[in-house]
């Protein structure tokens, strides 16, 4: 071995090493134990053991509703500053018509209503106001919230503690899950069910007889408490701090409250939250989530420090789940069900099953080949293999890859690559040994001449691995990981492991020639 560097043998024998001490626990263990070395392995996909498919439409409908109740609650406002009466509004189609008094002020109106609203038109039609928004507007509102929905929907999920979930859009308004071990996914449509959208509103407890009338004046809003809905309470409509300016939020407990929800609010929020405290000693102020009041406290004192603690007769699960949603932010609009599924666990069997035969059986006919064309090469060659599927398996299991079925596809396909390039090593020393007769000198010349071919040759896998993981999705995706880390495997084990067992079998057996 005096022919091979000492560093080469160190490093060959350290990742080799890494590769099967960190393939174990991918290929023996298969249920959390609580171990950060037994966990760190393979997450199969959907396919393969099975789990939940939920299909979510993102109702959009209900943003483009909103922003005609803001158009309608914009017009009153401008309305009421220039003293200009309104008859009446209605929104018809996508259209909002609102009828005036008169005519007078429509101009200043208009005018003051675009600042707010640019990609809006006004159109006046002798005292009639027409307010619409053209298909470029509306679809960049939905194509904003499904953006949005889809990153709410991913920080859900992956708080939720789903392991290696698919979460993707489909089409031009639905969102595709795909949650592997996943048997019962109640919890997870709770945690998607709720819209999550929090705001802080003051209670205004003085207008008594509008809320026994059950009608809502101007600037006010009439809201059901969570526990009861004959409870009710007269907000004010504006919110005074919103879960927009939430910054964290986590699961705590209460010695007279119980299980509660603690919050803390940015700089801006904190700020607000504050000035709103300050002003409103001794009045209720009421935290709505979803439409409904969880609670509507007594301020007793200013709250400066931008935090505070949501009641309101939690379970821990409750408290825990509510934490959840306000970390992960509001939803933009709700998210319906329109397809749900359960894959069972006995298709990934049945695929785990053959794809463990045509690895198999794929493994055992390479080796056999390799031994009848090569000899003692050719058996250094299937060790070099071995070595290889042990790499792709500590490193798939490291960087807690989901294996799929085209993900074990790339490993069957990396079997191959792996055996081609010691063949063309073998046929490279082949031809140096017709040349030289000098043992040592013919397997660096091998391999040297060996490795721009190997090079080339891989290095155009992997771009085009790389293309189809920037453009593909899902189980695309999973192959283009396998193919990329099988490539890798493939460059070391043929060109440092096999290159040092061919010195470590030529010293060993003291041999004089190369017999190829």
Sequence with gaps: MKNYPLWKIFVVFILLSLGIIFAIPSLLYKEDTGSWYLDNRLNLGLDLQGGSY???????????????????????????????????????????????DSSEKLNTIREEFLKNYRSVTFTITNNIASISIDDIYKKSIQDGAIKQSLEIVRKRIDESGTKEPLIQRSGRDRILLQLPGVKDPERIKD????????????????????????????????????????????????SRVGGENLIDAYASFDPTEGHAVSFRFDTTGAQKFGK?????????????????????????????????????????????????LLRAGALPAPLEIVEERSVGPGLGADSIAAGKIASIIGMILVCIFMVLIYGSFGLIANISLIANLFIIIALLGTIGATLTLPG??????????????????????????????????????????ALSTILDANITTLIASLLLFIFGSGPIKGFSI?????????????????NL??????????????NL
């Excluded at 409908?61 to 309104?86: A, G, Q, Y």
């Excluded at 008594?208 to 009338?213: A, D, E, I, M, V």
């Excluded at 931008?306 to 699960?317: D, K, P, R």
């Design 54 to 100: 939920l299909l979510l439409e993102v109702q959009t409908d209900v943003l483009i509703k909103e922003e005609f109740e803001n158009f309608s609650d914009t017009v009153r406002i401008i309305s009421r500053e220039n003293r200009v009466k309104i008859n009446n509004i209605d929104k018809q189609n996508d259209v909002l018509k609102v009828r005036f």
């Design 191 to 238: 945690l998607l069910g709720k819209t999550a959208k929090l705001n802080f509103h003051m209670v205004d407890d003085d207008d008594t007889k509008s809320l026994s009338l059950n009608i809502a004046p101007f600037g006010r809003m009439i809201v059901s408490d969570i526990s009861n809905e004959e409870i009710k309470y007269l907000l004010e409509k504006k």
């Design 276 to 324: 709103a405290t300050s002003e409103n000693i001794g009045k209720r102020f009421a935290v709505v989530l979803d439409g409904v009041v969880i609670t509507a406290p007594v301020i007793n004192s200013a709250i400066t420090g931008g935090s505070g603690i949501i009641t309101g007769n939690f379970t821990s699960q409750e408290a825990t789940d509510l934490a959840v």
């Design 408 to 449: 074990i596809a790339g490993i069957v396909l990396t079997i191959g690559m792996a055996v081609d390039a010691n063949v063309l090593i073998f046929e490279r020393i082949k031809e140096e040994n017709n040349k030289n007769k000098k043992v040592y000198e013919t397997i660096k010349k091998g391999f040297d001449r």
């Design 482 to 498: 396998t193919l990329s880390l099988g490539v890798i495997a493939s460059m070391f084990t043929a060109l440092m492991l096999t």
């Design 501 to 514: 067992l061919v010195h470590f079998y030529i010293s060993f057996a003291s041999k004089k020639e190369i």
